[in-house]
């Protein structure tokens, strides 16, 4: 089993910055990927951000330009999400995910962590 540990949400102002930490541990002895998910009220969870082991790296359209996920240690497990230019709409849990292998879905979550941002 893979363990995942989100901090770094909190209260922010439109126009601000945040960065969420995520830290996985147990069996990552394989990691094709990390990733971050938001689910805002009222909305279905959705793909925010992910890095490869190869460093490649994918956002969706909403956060592009404006989200950075980086990894924060060499064996890749664990990231940092930086949101810039945040805006009302990016209120959410953030949960982050761990991909083993490729081809596969993401078969472990964390918690989550609360964003909220006022405008």
């Known amino acids: 089993q893979v363990q995942l540990v989100e901090s770094g949400g909190g209260l922010v102002q439109a126009g601000g910055s945040l960065r969420l930490s995520c830290a996985a541990s147990?069996?990552?002895?394989?990691?094709?990927?990390m990733g971050w998910f938001r689910q805002s009220p009222g909305k279905d969870r959705e793909f925010v951000a992910l890095?490869?082991?190869?460093?490649?790296?994918?956002y969706a359209d909403s956060v592009s330009g404006r989200f950075t996920i980086s990894r924060a240690n060499v064996r890749n497990t664990a990231v940092h999400l930086l949101m810039n230019n945040v805006k009302p709409e990016d209120t959410g849990i953030y949960y982050c995910?761990?991909?083993?292998?490729?081809?596969?879905?993401?078969?472990?979550w964390g918690q989550g962590t609360q964003v909220t941002v006022s405008s």
């Open positions: 147990g069996r990552t002895f394989n990691t094709y990927a």
């Open positions: 890095i490869r082991t190869t460093g490649d790296t994918s």
């Open positions: 995910a761990y991909r083993p292998y490729a081809g596969t879905e993401w078969p472990y």
